[in-house]
Nanobody, 120 residues
């Protein structure tokens, strides 16, 4: 099993910053990639940012230059630093781990989600 525990969400004014954390436990040695996704009310879940086991990062166009994904291997934690937040960033943010092999019959795991609300 892989467990993902998210923290850092909250309410912030436009232009402010938040730092989301995704702490992984369990079969963390099998994790290849970690991605951040978000889902706003009435919209599909969309990919926001990702980081590979090789350290390659990618960002969705609307957050490029404002968000930074990073990792702390010692803590098995991935972060999403969000700066210059906009009301349209309001969503539930989820982290997802892609595994190199199936663990308990699964090749990816999701966190529980954390609410980010940006007021205008």
């Amino acid at each position: 099993q892989v467990q993902l525990v998210e923290s850092g969400g909250g309410l912030v004014q436009a232009g402010g910053s938040l730092r989301l954390s995704c702490a992984a436990s369990g079969s963390t040695f099998s994790i290849l990639n970690i991605g951040w996704y978000r889902q706003a009310p009435g919209k599909q879940r969309e990919w926001v940012a990702g980081i590979s086991d090789g350290g390659v990062t990618n960002y969705e166009d609307s957050v490029k230059g404002r968000f930074t994904i990073s990792r702390d291997n010692a803590k098995n934690t991935v972060y999403l630093q969000m700066n210059s937040l906009k009301p349209e960033d309001t969503a539930v943010y989820y982290c997802n781990a892609q595994l190199s092999r199936r663990v308990a019959g699964r090749s990816n795991y999701w966190g529980q989600g954390t609410q980010v609300t940006v007021s205008s």
